[in-house]
Nanobody
């Protein structure tokens, strides 16, 4: 069973920074896409940033130039550096990974439990 555990959320003032981390555990053979999503109250979950096997990144227009996604496969970790935070960035942030199981070699999507990010003065 693959599990993702996020950390790094919290309360920050507008203009501040936070760094989210997500570590995967379990019987994993390989990874492909890793990403961060977020969901604000009353809104649908949206993709914030993604990084593919070849290190190609993609960002939501609302976070371009402020957020940076990075990953280290050997550490089974993906990070999201969030700078110049705004109140509208307030949401629960979810880690997402596509991983191939080392047991049955089937690729499947996995989600973390979410971490709250609140941007407020």
């Amino acid at each position: 069973q693959v599990q993702l555990v996020e950390s790094g959320g919290g309360l920050v003032q507008p203009g501040g920074s936070l760094r989210l981390s997500c570590v995967a555990s379990g019987n994993i053979f390989s990874f492909s896409t890793m990403a961060w999503y977020r969901q604000a109250p009353g809104k649908e979950r949206e993709m914030v940033a993604s990084i593919k096997t070849g290190a190609t990144t993609n960002y939501a227009d609302s976070v371009k130039g402020r957020f940076t996604i990075s990953r280290e496969y050997n550490q089974r970790t993906v990070w999201l550096q969030m700078d110049s935070l705004r109140p509208e960035d307030t949401a629960v942030y979810y880690c997402y990974m596509e991983a191939v199981s080392a047991i049955d070699y089937i690729k499947a999507p996995y989600w973390g439990q979410g971490t709250q990010v609140t941007v407020s003065s």
